[in-house]
C-alpha cells in the first residue's frame, strides 16, 4: 500500500500561471517532507523541503504548503516557465521516530509548462 | 554533474548475463543507496549501505547483489535478470543516513 500519493500523473499549465502539485499520505509519523524534481536522463534534485512544525515554506517561486490534519501537502510554483517543466516527486521521512527509516516517496507528476 | 556518477548509463542485458552497474561519489558521504524507478510507479528503495555496512535491504530478490567496498563506491551486481526488472536504477547518498540525499543520473536498464 502506497504510503505516499501524487494522484495525478501529469499536469499541464500555461507559462506565467500557477502550477500545483499535490501529494497526500497516509502514515501519521511522517514529520518531514521534500519536493524532488527531476528531469530527462537526470537523477531528483531537492526542491524545497517544510517541517511538520510549520504549514508553508516559501523559496522564491516556490512554496509548499502542508495540512497535517488532511495529510496533504502541496507545492506551488508561480510564476510557472517552460524550463519546470520535469517529474516532481513528493517525499515523506519520519525523523522523530527510528534511526534508519527512509524516504517514501510518491509516484511523481510529470509537468508541463506550455509556452 | 551531481557529484554522483553512475556508470553504464544504458545497458542491455540478456536473461542470462552477468552485469554489473557502479556508482562513485566524492563528495564524502558515509550513506549511500540503491533505487529502482519503474514506469508508472514510485522510487522502490533496494538496499542501504552506512559506513559499508548494509542497513537495509528491502526484499530484494537474490539476482540483485549489493556491494559496497569503501564509502565512495557502490555496485549492484546483476545475473539472471527478468524482463520486469528493466527500469531506471538510481544511486543517491547522504552525509548522513536519510539526509540531503544527492542522487546519480541513473543506469537505464533493459533485460531482454
Known amino acids: 500500500d502506497q504510503q505516499v500519493k501524487q494522484n495525478s500523473p501529469s499536469l499541464s499549465v500555461q507559462e506565467g500561471r500557477i502550477s500545483i502539485l499535490n501529494c497526500d499520505y497516509t502514515?501519521?509519523?511522517?514529520?518531514?517532507f521534500l519536493w524532488y524534481k527531476k528531469y530527462p536522463a537526470e537523477g531528483p534534485t531537492f526542491l524545497i523541503s517544510?517541517?511538520?512544525?510549520?504549514d508553508k515554506n516559501e523559496d522564491g517561486r516556490f512554496t509548499v504548503f502542508l495540512n497535517k490534519s488532511a495529510k496533504h501537502l502541496s507545492l506551488h510554483i508561480v510564476p510557472s516557465q517552460p524550463g519546470d517543466s520535469a517529474v516532481y516527486f513528493c517525499a515523506a521521512d519520519s525523523r522523530a521516530g527510528n534511526a534508519g527509516n527512509m524516504l517514501t516517496f510518491g509516484g511523481g507528476t510529470r509537468l508541463m509548462v506550455k509556452p | 554533474e551531481t557529484g554522483v556518477t553512475q556508470t553504464p548509463r544504458h545497458l542491455v542485458m540478456g536473461m542470462t548475463n552477468k552485469k554489473s552497474l557502479k556508482c562513485e561519489q566524492h563528495l564524502g558521504h558515509n550513506a549511500m543507496y540503491w533505487y529502482k524507478q519503474s514506469a508508472k510507479k514510485p522510487l522502490e528503495l533496494m538496499f542501504v549501505?552506512?559506513?559499508?555496512?548494509?542497513?537495509e535491504n528491502n526484499s530484494v530478490p537474490s539476482r540483485f547483489s549489493p556491494e559496497c567496498p569503501n564509502s565512495s563506491h557502490l555496485f549492484l551486481h546483476l545475473h539472471t535478470l527478468q524482463p520486469e526488472d528493466s527500469a531506471l536504477y538510481l544511486c543517491?547518498?547522504?552525509?548522513?543516513?536519510?539526509?540531503?540525499?544527492?542522487f546519480g543520473s541513473g543506469t537505464r536498464l533493459t533485460v531482454v
Open positions: 517544510i517541517s511538520s512544525i510549520k
Open positions: 549501505y552506512n559506513f559499508k555496512e548494509q542497513t
Open positions: 502514515n501519521s509519523m511522517f514529520d518531514y
Open positions: 543517491a547518498s547522504s552525509p548522513s543516513l536519510n539526509y540531503g540525499y544527492t
